[in-house]
């Protein structure tokens, strides 16, 4: 096992320890889900996957875990306004935004200093901790023009 597996494997049991769950094998492998896809995929996708996988998870098992996933901040929750919340891993030493097309629900994933330069400042200003952020641009892609 890598260092990182070792270290996300112990995130994961001390906060389902504090939301007063067990640590399971079918939770690791919905976490693992996660870590591993570079995708933004809803639950029914994440679910589907880890059935083709082979591993037996109740359905509600999955949304239960996705949530307190995201309550902790080891998964962002994307809403790219169709209505279905996407999931993605959140790397906080890989952050990165989104261009979010609204005709074909294309993401792309983009990278800026400044920005989140900028956005440190404003938060300072209004004398703000900030926690974490999203930051979503919404438009037409390239292809749907
Ligand atoms: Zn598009
Ligand atoms: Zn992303």
């Given at each position: 096992?890598r260092?990182i597996e ?140």
């Amino acid at each position: 096992m890598r260092l990182i597996e070792i270290a996300c494997k112990e995130r994961l049991k001390s906060i389902l320890h504090n939301e007063g769950l067990r640590y399971t094998s079918q939770r690791q492998e919905i976490w693992n889900e996660l870590l591993e896809s570079k995708e933004h995929r809803d639950a029914e996708e994440i679910y589907y996957s880890l059935m083709n996988r082979g591993i037996q998870v109740s359905r509600a098992t999955v949304y239960r875990t996705i949530d307190m996933l995201v309550k902790n901040n080891m998964i962002e929750k994307l809403d790219i306004g169709d209505g279905k919340a996407r999931f993605e891993y959140n790397d906080k030493y890989k952050h990165h935004d989104h261009l979010i097309c609204t005709a074909c629900g294309k993401i792309v994933e983009f990278y800026s200093k400044n920005i989140d330069k900028y956005q440190r400042e404003i938060a300072k200003k209004n004398k703000f901790e900030l926690l974490h952020h999203s930051h979503h641009l919404f438009g037409i892609c390239e292809d749907c023009q």
